[in-house]
Structures are given as C-alpha cells and as structure tokens.
C-alpha cells in the first residue's frame, strides 16, 4: 500500500532500507577481513642479516668537502657577492656586441653578394646558350617533321 508523503512530517519520515546500512556494511567487511582466513605478507627478498645500527665515522674525503664548504662561506662572508645571473645587462650575454659592427657587416654582406650574383650570372650563361640552343632546334625538327607529314 503506497504511503502519502504528504500527512508525513520531515522529522518522522524514517527510510528504513538506509536505517541498517552500517551495521550491514560492518559485517561484510568484517567477513571480507577474516583474521582466520588471512594470511602473513612474506617479503619477496630474503632479511639482509644486519640486526643492529652500525656506527659510521666520517671519510677523509668528507671531511675535506666540509672544510672546503666552511671556507667557501667564510669568503662569501667578506665579499658578499652578486649572483651574475640577476646583475648582467643584456649587452654583456653571450658575448653579444653585433650592433657595434653593424654597419661593417652590413657592407661586407652587400659586396659578397653582389659578387655572388656575377659569378652566378657567369655560370649561368653556358647553361642559357644551351638551351636556348635545343628550343631552337626542336622547333626546327618540328617544322621539318610538319612539311614531312604534309601539315
């Protein structure tokens, strides 16, 4: 038989399937982890053996690392220096002083260009008779082979 909701107040509205809920979802895990039926994690290597801390002196080597770093603070100290990175100016990266040669490069480049162009041109000549030379000659064979055919 369906319930009216509506003669119903909020507080007396009781949803029994949700009321059970924790004490179900308790026994299924507690089925789920079973101590009897669990069983022990073995490690996938065997035990290194070392059952104690082992006391550890340090190197002669580290102990000139460490006098090393005191002396490296104890300047720093004196002469408090700049990191170089946040004091160089953007003329002074990479050894960048192009734009005090600027206009000799610029004069260097035309000239080796032009001269390019004139060797070019040069080289290019032989190739140009050349062809000039098989359009003139096609068009001759063509026109002998026109009167031939009777065109």
Same mark, same amino acid.
């Not at 069983?39 to 035990?47: G, I, K, S």
């Not at 004196?78 to 946040?86: A, E, G, Q």
């Not at 064979?141 to 055919?149: I, Q």
């Given at each position: 038989?369906?319930?009216?909701?509506? =003669?119903?107040?909020? =507080?007396?509205?009781?949803?029994?399937?949700?009321?059970?809920?924790?004490?179900? !979802?308790?026994?299924?895990?507690?089925?789920?982890?079973?101590?009897?039926?669990?069983?022990?994690?073995?490690?996938?290597?065997?035990? !290194?053996?070392?059952?104690?801390?082992?006391?550890?002196?340090? =190197?002669? /080597?580290?102990?000139?690392? *460490?006098?090393?770093?005191?002396?490296?603070?104890?300047?720093?100290?004196?002469?408090?220096?700049?990191?170089? /990175?946040? *004091?160089?100016?953007?003329?002074?990266?990479?050894?960048?002083?192009?734009?005090? *040669?600027?206009?000799?490069?610029?004069?260097?480049?035309?000239?080796?260009?032009? /001269?390019?162009?004139?060797?070019?041109?040069?080289?290019?000549?032989?190739?140009?008779?050349?062809?000039?030379?098989?359009?003139?000659? !096609?068009? *001759? !064979?063509?026109?002998?082979?026109?009167?031939?055919?009777?065109?």
């Amino acid at each position: 038989m369906p319930v009216d909701h509506n =003669s119903l107040s909020p =507080s007396s509205l009781i949803i029994t399937p949700f009321n059970t809920l924790g004490d179900a !979802s308790r026994k299924k895990i507690a089925q789920v982890i079973n101590p009897k039926k669990a069983f022990p994690l073995v490690a996938p290597f065997p035990d !290194s053996g070392r059952t104690y801390a082992a006391l550890e002196h340090e =190197s002669l /080597v580290g102990k000139a690392d *460490t006098a090393y770093g005191r002396l490296q603070e104890f300047v720093a100290g004196f002469y408090h220096p700049k990191p170089i /990175v946040d *004091t160089i100016q953007e003329h002074e990266k990479y050894g960048n002083d192009g734009g005090k *040669t600027r206009v000799a490069a610029t004069y260097l480049i035309g000239g080796l260009e032009g /001269v390019s162009n004139i060797l070019n041109t040069i080289v290019d000549v032989p190739f140009e008779v050349v062809n000039q030379f098989g359009r003139k000659l !096609s068009e *001759t !064979s063509a026109a002998v082979g026109a009167k031939l055919v009777g065109l």
